[in-house]
């Protein structure tokens, strides 16, 4: 599957927003994901994203092809770590973690990976990650060693934005943090949204269909569920 991005690029064209179930592998068994499957198919999402800040299992690769076999959804990685790559997936989020600056994220990570993505038949997609403050302490955090941007430093955030954008990132992707407290402020995803011309994918904190929807209408193209959906596989039921 391929023409990831020129379909997303398509969607923010047609004003269609997009959601994405993301699936940490660290805490999915391959039995749950065959549940799950079925959960996300009954779903409105329209992708599907592998990937965790600390995985460093064996299974990645069946965990994406019971997920493949289960649904019809484009899967992309995302990912914590070269790692994490996965041939089974049709593509991958290539991070750079502009609102740090630790060069491991910003570079190391990439260029690491290199020899594994010239061999894979992923289609790679340039993205801008901008960590956001969500009020409590991350696994991106910890893991990265980096500092969110503060919640309300709205200027901060799309100056960062606008950079990635600049240096030719496809996406930009504003992240509160698995389990955040608080996801990231309209008002932030309202001025980002407005000052590139880019898609925006919005993930972190976000914990009900109204939050959804509120998200959308602030500008983001592409609305990322993880922590909500894994407490609740029935959350798009309610």
């Given at each position: 599957?391929?023409?990831l991005?020129?379909?997303i690029?398509?969607a923010?064209?047609?004003?269609?927003?997009?959601?994405?179930?993301?699936i940490?592998?660290?805490?999915v068994?391959?039995?749950?994901?065959?549940?799950?499957s079925?959960?996300?198919k009954?779903?409105?999402?329209?992708?599907?994203?592998?990937?965790?800040?600390?995985?460093?299992?064996?299974?990645l690769?069946?965990?994406?092809a019971?997920?493949?076999?289960?649904?019809?959804?484009?899967?992309?990685?995302?990912p914590?770590?070269?790692?994490?790559?996965?041939?089974?997936?049709d593509?991958?989020?290539?991070?750079?973690?502009?609102s740090?600056?630790?060069?491991?994220?910003?570079?190391?990570?990439?260029?690491?990976?290199v020899?594994?993505l010239?061999?894979?038949?992923?289609e790679?997609?340039?993205?801008?990650?901008?960590?956001?403050?969500?009020?409590k302490?991350?696994?991106?955090?910890r893991?990265?060693?980096?500092?969110?941007?503060?919640?309300?430093?709205?200027?901060?955030?799309?100056?960062?934005?606008?950079?990635?954008?600049f240096?030719?990132?496809?996406?930009?992707?504003?992240?509160?943090?698995?389990?955040?407290?608080?996801?990231?402020?309209?008002?932030?995803?309202?001025?980002?949204?407005?000052?590139i011309?880019?898609?925006?994918?919005?993930?972190?904190?976000?914990?009900?269909?109204?939050?959804?929807?509120?998200?959308?209408?602030?500008?983001a193209?592409?609305?990322?569920?993880?922590?909500a959906?894994?407490?609740?596989?029935?959350?798009?039921?309610?």
């Amino acid at each position: 599957m391929q023409n990831l991005y020129s379909n997303i690029l398509q969607a923010k064209k047609d004003n269609q927003k997009l959601l994405a179930i993301l699936i940490d592998p660290e805490k999915v068994s391959i039995e749950q994901v065959v549940v799950l499957s079925e959960k996300i198919k009954a779903s409105p999402a329209t992708h599907i994203f592998v990937g965790g800040s600390t995985f460093s299992g064996t299974h990645l690769d069946q965990l994406i092809a019971t997920l493949k076999k289960g649904t019809q959804l484009p899967i992309l990685i995302f990912p914590g770590h070269p790692s994490q790559i996965s041939n089974e997936a049709d593509g991958i989020l290539f991070l750079s973690l502009l609102s740090g600056r630790n060069p491991e994220y910003l570079i190391e990570h990439h260029i690491n990976s290199v020899e594994a993505l010239e061999k894979s038949n992923l289609e790679i997609i340039p993205t801008g990650y901008l960590l956001i403050d969500g009020g409590k302490e991350t696994a991106v955090q910890r893991v990265s060693q980096t500092q969110p941007i503060e919640h309300n430093n709205i200027e901060l955030a799309y100056k960062t934005a606008k950079a990635g954008e600049f240096l030719g990132k496809k996406l930009i992707y504003l992240e509160a943090g698995s389990g955040a407290n608080q996801h990231v402020s309209l008002e932030m995803i309202r001025f980002v949204s407005q000052n590139i011309y880019i898609p925006l994918i919005v993930g972190g904190g976000i914990r009900s269909m109204k939050t959804i929807q509120e998200v959308y209408e602030s500008g983001a193209d592409l609305v990322v569920i993880g922590t909500a959906f894994e407490n609740d596989s029935n959350f798009f039921s309610l």
